[in-house]
């Protein structure tokens, strides 16, 4: 698991980085189908990811980092009718999150996106409970609430929610780790009368490291949702 992450952590920090490129304002040129395989792609890349272990944080603890999730479109034809422009190949999304630990185990969190050159913004928010706080001889067990709203699109009210199963365990500095889900998406078009709402739900997993050195924090996933891989590299804080 090590060579991976560091393998992902390598190509986030040389390859040449660009956002997704002009505004989803175009939905009215869509079928049915079509707008159901932009909904699938925005649930897989707008979907809220941690990036972190199912270690609780503690009632003083804090985690606050930037991230940028980079998410394969599997139907780039439909995001590219849907938009103003072309589409990309991969969308890359960049979030600043903080986490805060509470007490008896809670931990809640929240990010915000807005991404260059688009319409796209948006927000999310997770609650996280630690079943098992973990030691040096157990891992941790968390199970994580999640939600995610899009506000940017005039023509497309969008929001996604998620229940997640995850677990880590410390190993000095790094801490490996893994989990389980599912995403709720709903889709509605505003505005627009050739498509109608679809509402759905995708199975997801991933893995992820994360490496504390003091105050300085990395960590990095791999998340598959439905049919769409995506890779998250976050630099922060953690204490």
């Known amino acids: ?9 390598i190509l986030f920090a040389t390859a040449p980085i660009s956002f997704a490129a002009d505004n989803i304002d175009q939905i009215n040129q869509l079928i049915q189908s079509d707008f159901r395989n932009l909904s699938e792609d925005l649930g897989a890349a707008l979907s809220y990811k941690a990036v972190i272990p199912a270690k609780p944080l503690g009632i003083t603890g804090f985690d606050v980092g930037v991230e940028v999730t980079a998410t394969k479109l599997q139907h780039r034809d439909a995001w590219d009718r849907a938009s103003s422009g072309a589409a990309p190949d991969t969308v890359y999304v960049p979030r600043l999150h903080l986490h805060k630990g509470l007490p008896a185990g809670f931990d809640v969190g929240a990010f915000y996106s807005s991404v260059p050159d688009s319409n796209l913004k948006f927000w999310g928010a997770e609650a996280r409970y630690a079943i098992i706080e973990g030691g040096v001889a157990t891992p941790a067990l968390g199970l994580r609430g999640t939600y995610s709203k899009l506000s940017g699109v005039s023509q497309l009210d969008f929001h996604t929610t998620g229940l997640e199963l995850l677990v880590s365990k410390g190993l000095a500095i790094f801490t490996p780790y893994a989990g389980l889900g599912r995403v709720w998406t709903t889709s509605e078009p505003v505005g627009v009368s050739n498509v109608s709402k679809e509402e759905f739900s995708l199975g997801k997993y991933f893995i992820g490291g994360n490496v ?6 990395f960590a990095i996933e791999a998340d598959k949702t439905g049919g769409a891989t995506s890779y998250s590299a976050k630099l922060g804080f953690r204490f």
């Open 1 to 9: 698991m090590k060579r991976a992450l560091s393998a992902l952590a």
């Open 212 to 217: 504390n050195l003091g105050l300085v924090n």
